[in-house]
């Protein structure tokens, strides 16, 4: 039997997917600068200009007047994107109906899940028990590739698009900020690296997260760096 998501959920979680696409949107516009850069075999800019106070004059290094104007265009919509962005995380995280305060507090325990991450986690799982094991919580989010069955058969392959796209895109943002804000993290990534590669390395530590967020929610207690490591 299918899960139904609760109704009264349903508003709150489509709002953070909706934060979701425009963070993507405004990812796109980045990038976008950025190609245009290298086309024009342009100098790095000194700073990140993902922030409002670094886009100063940016426009004006581009040679050609049109170009000019496609890019000030992207600096525009930038504008608008983190100020709409801005407001909707405002929003959620002053007026979203607090359905499971506890486990918003446990997932916030867990070093890079803050406020949008601990929100998206909490709606998109909403309730634990509806994962028997932990493999069907990672197999969910995307963390291990699924099996695809037919008739009581299992086959390899073609399943990765199976699962929740937006808790994928959350455990993998909260594994970056993990890495950031914790020295043995650093330290234990920096291995996984020299093992199996960037990539791999990355994956291996979003499925981590997410198996500790499992249990975590399962058993109501605070994240453990002792227990993790």
């Given at each position: 039997m299918a899960?139904?998501?609760?109704?009264?959920?349903?508003?709150?979680?489509?709002?953070?997917?909706?934060r979701m696409f425009l963070k993507h949107k405004r990812s796109e516009l980045l990038g976008h600068i950025?190609?245009?850069?290298?086309?024009?075999?342009l100098p790095n800019f000194y700073k990140k200009i993902a922030y409002k106070v670094n886009r100063q004059g940016i426009a004006e290094r581009f040679p050609n007047p049109s170009t000019q104007m496609s890019i000030q265009t992207n600096l525009d919509l930038l504008t608008v994107f983190d100020?709409?962005?801005?407001?909707?995380?405002?929003?959620?995280?002053h007026h979203a109906q607090q359905h499971n305060p506890n486990d918003l507090y446990l997932l916030r325990t867990v070093p890079g899940i803050g406020k949008v991450l601990s929100l998206v986690i909490l709606y998109e799982i909403h309730?634990?028990?509806?994962?028997?094991?932990?493999?069907?919580l990672a197999s969910y989010a995307r963390l291990i590739k699924p099996k695809r069955e037919s008739a009581g058969?299992?086959?390899?392959?073609?399943?990765?698009?199976?699962g929740n796209a937006y808790l994928k895109w959350a455990f993998s943002e909260a594994a970056v900020l993990f890495i950031r804000e914790n020295d043995d993290i650093k330290t234990y990534h920096q291995t996984l690296k020299n093992k199996h590669g960037k990539a791999k390395a990355m994956a291996i530590l979003s499925h981590r997260i997410g198996r500790a967020v499992y249990y975590i929610l399962k058993n109501k207690q605070a994240f453990d760096m002792k227990r993790f490591l």
């Open positions: 899960y139904v998501y609760p109704a009264e959920m349903r508003p709150t979680r489509d709002l953070l997917r909706r950025e190609n245009t850069r290298n086309q024009y075999l100020n709409k962005i801005l407001e909707i995380e405002l929003f959620i995280t309730d634990i028990n509806r994962f028997p094991t932990v493999q069907n058969k299992t086959y390899s392959g073609g399943n990765r698009k199976i």
